[in-house]
Each structure stands twice: as C-alpha cells, then as structure tokens.
C-alpha cells in the first residue's frame, strides 16, 4: 500500500489536478492494471480497478489512455469497458480510438524481414512455442516454464535476438520474456503525443516494465510518472507505490479530488 510519505510528496499533482480543466491518466496494463498470469488471455485486472477507472473517465472529464505492449484488440476484451477507452498497442505502434478507428504506423521492410529472420531462427532453436509475434515485435516468452528452461531459454533468445537488434531494433525485456521490436515508436512516444495533443493537461503514467522508463522519462517535467510494483527498483519514475492497494488508493484519491462519483 502506498505510505502516507508518498502521499504527501506527490500532493503538488493532486493540487494541479483538482484546477485542471483537462486531465489525462496514462496506465499500461501487464503488470500495472492486472497481474501477470501464464495464460496472457487470463490477465484479467485487479478486482474494482476497472470500474474506479470507468468512474473516472465517465465523471471527472479524465482522458483514460491505455498503454500495452500487446496489440489492443488482445487487450480490449480483458478491459470490460463501454465504451472502449482509447488504446495505445505494441508500445505505441498503434492506436485504437474509442469508435474503434485504428490507426498503425507504417513498417520499415527491413525490420519487417529481421523479424522474420529472426522468427524462424528462434524456431529452428527450439523455441518457436514460445515464440508471440505481434505487428513490429517479436516476444519470446519463458514464463510458467522450469528455472532450469527458463535460463536456457533466455541464454537462446538473447544470443538470437541481438544479431538481429538492427534496422530500427531493439531487444528489450520484460517480465519472464525477451522482446526484439521497433524502437520507434515507444511509451515515450505515447506520452509526447497526449502532451502535444493536450498542451496544458494534468497528465500521469502508471507502469510497472522496463518498457515504461521511456514513458517515464518523457513525462518528467511535464506530469506525474508513478512506478507501480511490488519492489522498488531504479527508475525514472518520481513516485512508486504497490499493487493493488497502492494503485487502488491512488485512482480513489483522483476521482475524489476531481470531484467525481465514489
């Protein structure tokens, strides 16, 4: 749970928020918003957050942005939300609106047949069930595997995957996976965009990855970046609290100080 300590330093934000005519609360969704599980299509958020994050967006004129390193239409459906909330997906890669309009930058073929190349490597490895390839990225995943499998695995991707971290890639990991995926666009992106879109905004990140720190970074100067996680680590986020009572007091205290429905 978040302590009283960091309650006190980030009320500055909350100040900010309260005299804000327009706000925009930023979270990713693996590991901030639900727990990770073996099963991806079984992570389903923790229990209340979504319907406190539907209440904020519904009563305090909070723009809710979903940000994940999945495609959006794999996140979507673990939301519940309707309307859908406007979803950011494969880092940034795309961009699902609300009226589900999608927009997707567009490919380097390059990159497109480094992916490739280094798909079917993996699989001539021996990993291409591990293997989750997603528009601009490919994931290979260890997690529910032995602690023996799981270094051999990753000793296998990694010395794979950085031949092919080239042409506008980047080998990035995650929690019980490796990821070689574009490295632009990023979360730090994401976070440029609603600035530039919303000039003037009371805007906050919530992420928990190694991924988010570009988000976090971006954001310093101009908002709130709050690590959510069980363990604090080094990063560029100013606030840290943990999941799920810390995140759960934290959106309670935005829809009450934004004057919304409890």
Known sequence: MASPHLLSRIDGFFETLAGSRE???????????????QEPQQAFPYPGIMELLDSIRSTTGTRLVIVTGRPAAKVLPLLGLNPAPEIFGVHGLERMLPDGSRRVHSLEPAAVLA??????????????SLLEHKLGALAVHWRGLSERAQAQTESTARK??????????????????????????NKGDVVQTILEEAPG??????????????????????????????????????????????????????????????
């Open 23 to 37: 706000r925009a609360l930023l979270v990713d969704y693996d590991g901030t918003l639900a727990p990770f599980r």
């Open 115 to 128: 992916l490739a190349e280094a798909g079917s490597e993996l699989a001539r490895a021996g990993v291409g």
């Open 201 to 262: 905004a009371a805007i906050a990140y919530l992420g928990d990855d190694v991924t988010d720190e570009d988000a976090f970074r971006a954001i310093r100067g101009h908002g709130l970046g709050v690590l959510v996680a069980k363990l604090r680590r080094k990063t560029a986020a100013t606030e840290w609290l943990q999941p799920p009572d810390g995140l759960t007091q934290f959106l309670h205290r935005w829809l009450h100080i934004c004057g919304g429905d409890a």
């Open 160 to 185: 794979i995957l950085q031949r092919y971290a080239r042409e506008g890639l980047v080998l990035a990991p995650f929690d019980r996976g490796v990821e070689l995926r574009l490295s632009r666009p």
